[in-house]
């Protein structure tokens, strides 16, 4: 079977819509899935949603990326201060999933390691990934911090990268569920907690699966953009 490489947006916690991808996907070992972040937060099982992003690790190759909430998450780890304004952002949804909205403390260590693993960004030969956005003069191992996991995306002022490759992201939730196609970019956060989907992209072929919060899927959101 000839090797796929599929991007998979911001999940937030909705691990039954993760679930229901994985199943129509049917990741094989010669697959690269990219999961652009923000796994956790907002939704109601983010533990359950790492959970199943390990188990993908003995079916295919998976890059993850670290999301702006992970990022929060990380520095609340470290930092006290933090605690708070991270729970203010989803991260209390994400303690309870674990049982506990007292602490950090039933994060398992598996959990911790899985983040310590995740990149920055993710460059082929002819796709770049980044959970949020991009300045499009720099390559991207100079890209700034702020851009690659903070920068929300201005259709109206995005521009092509500087390599000419197409660029996948997520974090600028699409509160209509459509992928937004500027030729250019796509960005695949379908806003999948707020009601609409969860969105999978091989970046190969173009065709686009959905799923929602509740595991559902349907035919007439399997498109080819």
Not at 45 to 56: A, K, M, N, T
Not at 180 to 207: E, P
């Amino acid at each position: 079977m000839a090797s796929r490489t599929i991007a998979i947006g911001d999940i937030h916690g909705c691990s039954a819509a993760l679930r229901a991808l994985l199943d129509i996907i049917a990741p094989t070992p010669a697959d690269v899935l990219v999961t652009l972040g923000d796994y956790i937060d907002r939704g109601p099982d983010s533990r359950r949603v790492f959970d199943l992003l390990i188990e993908l690790t003995a079916q295919c190759r998976l890059v993850p990326l670290l999301g702006n909430h992970e990022e929060m998450l990380l520095a609340a780890r470290s930092n006290p201060a933090a605690l708070k304004p991270w729970l203010a952002s989803g991260g209390l949804e994400t303690l309870e999933s674990y049982g506990s909205a007292a602490g950090l403390d039933l994060i398992p260590e598996e959990h911790w390691n899985f983040l310590a693993n995740c990149r920055d960004f993710f460059e082929t030969g002819q796709n770049i990934f980044a959970h949020a956005n991009y300045l499009p003069h720099l390559p991207m191992e100079k890209q700034p911090h702020q851009f690659l996991r903070w920068e929300f995306l201005d259709p109206l002022w995005a521009k092509a990268h500087c390599s000419g490759k197409m660029v996948i992201v997520g974090h600028t939730s699409q509160k209509g569920g459509e992928v937004l196609d500027l030729g250019f970019l796509k960005c695949i956060d379908t806003y999948c907690y707020g009601g609409k989907w969860l969105t999978a992209l091989d970046v190969g072929t173009g065709q686009v699966w959905q799923a929602d919060q509740q595991g559902r899927t349907e035919s007439s959101n399997s498109k080819a953009f």
